[in-house]
């Protein structure tokens, strides 16, 4: 990843040429911001940036010896944590043993998230967190003598996924780290990261894409025309993850959109026999699935909302969501609009927690039905 991949955030980019070119680099750098911003993709270019020993002020030269090992994402100086799910059964759990699907993925991903990530492993219904077992990894990594670049390089993604034991461990080596050594974390949820970590690093917000800028990338990278161009940047909000959605309309969100509208024509007509087989049915899905829903659930609540104020630039729903609105939108008003909100985050926030998944979307239609005829 070249800072040139990176769409927009020119300023970012400055900021971060500036640091390498000063000498004055943090040994701690928390980039906040969704993925689809380009979060990760920066903090790879950057370490990248660092150690190129033929850098312009512009980006790395992808020609000197250590950015042929970037390219592989095989520089001994380079380090990546990320979320797994252990499989003792296949000897996996730790991330150094799922590095050849990691270092595939990234080359063909330059933007992910976790759902493409999961579906790599190959995770099911598991949960990917960075286990414990991960700091001893760290530890024993970070102790031994830099190979051959200026800096050695811990790229974290998702270090909200930490577990506490491991959180710990990297806070010790934030406090302390060895001599040349630089800790670059990718999150998307910073306030869930613990909060001595985010003390201790300095923090880089990642602003959502600018509207021309992702409207630019759709017509080179798709060919789109630059009026669908505008119109599916406009639905993407900065994310450029959220414009592939856009463009491809993915199984996963087809298949969200048809149970939202089957949850609210339950909860809306008392059919008790329909929730509990929507709930039979959203328990099968996996956890990170049934989060991704209630998410999904939240933005179409906040959607038909606003769709009630006839205002288009204000909204970000594409037809088959648009089209669902026009009989949706007047039940959602301002005496129901945030408690609907809120029981939709605290079924997420279950989910989170590992509560029984039946229980919770059952609760959650039961709730609906008193909330939805306000």
Request: charged letters at 25%.
């Amino acid at each position: 990843m070249f800072f040139r991949d990176i769409i927009g955030q020119e300023e970012v980019k400055k900021r971060l040429r500036e640091s390498a070119e000063s000498g004055t680099v943090a040994h701690a750098q928390l980039f906040c911001g969704p993925g689809g911003a380009g979060t990760f993709p920066l903090a790879l270019a950057y370490a990248r940036y660092l150690n190129c020993t033929e850098r312009t002020q512009e980006d790395a030269c992808g020609r000197c010896p250590s950015c042929v090992k970037y390219n592989e994402l095989a520089h001994p100086d380079l380090h990546f944590v990320f979320p797994v799910v252990a499989k003792k059964e296949r000897k996996k759990e730790v991330c150094d043993d799922y590095l050849p699907e990691w270092r595939s993925f990234l080359k063909e991903n330059p933007y992910f998230g976790m759902p493409e990530w999961l579906d790599c492993m190959e995770a099911g219904n598991s949960q990917a967190i960075i286990y414990s077992k991960e700091s001893d990894e760290i530890i024993r990594k970070l102790s031994l003598r830099i190979y051959e670049a200026t800096y050695r390089i811990l790229l974290v993604w998702l270090p909200e996924k930490l577990h506490a034991t491991c959180a710990n461990k990297l806070l010790k080596i934030i406090e302390e780290p060895p001599a040349n050594t630089v800790i670059l974390m990718a999150s998307e949820q910073p306030d869930l990261v613990l909060g001595t970590i985010q003390s201790r690093s300095q923090r880089i917000n990642v602003r959502p894409i600018a509207q021309e800028e992702l409207k630019a990338a759709m017509v080179k990278n798709f060919g789109l025309s630059p009026e669908d161009a505008a119109y599916i940047s406009h639905l993407a909000g900065g994310d450029y993850l959220r414009a592939i959605e856009a463009i491809s309309v993915g199984e996963d969100k087809e298949f969200f959109l048809e149970q939202f509208k089957e949850m609210m024509r339950n909860s809306w007509s008392r059919n008790v026999r329909g929730m509990k087989m929507m709930a039979d049915l959203l328990a099968s899905i996996g956890r990170e699935k049934q989060k991704n829903f209630l998410a999904y659930c939240q933005h179409l609540i906040r959607e038909n909302f606003m769709y009630r104020f006839q205002a288009p630039e204000l909204n970000y729903m594409n037809s088959d969501e648009a089209g669902f609105a026009v009989k949706f939108a007047p039940y959602v008003n301002e005496r129901n609009v945030f408690d609907l909100m809120e029981e939709l985050a605290k079924a997420e926030r279950h989910i989170t927690q590992n509560v029984n998944a039946k229980m919770v979307f059952f609760d959650l239609s039961l709730r609906l039905t008193v909330l939805i005829k306000r």
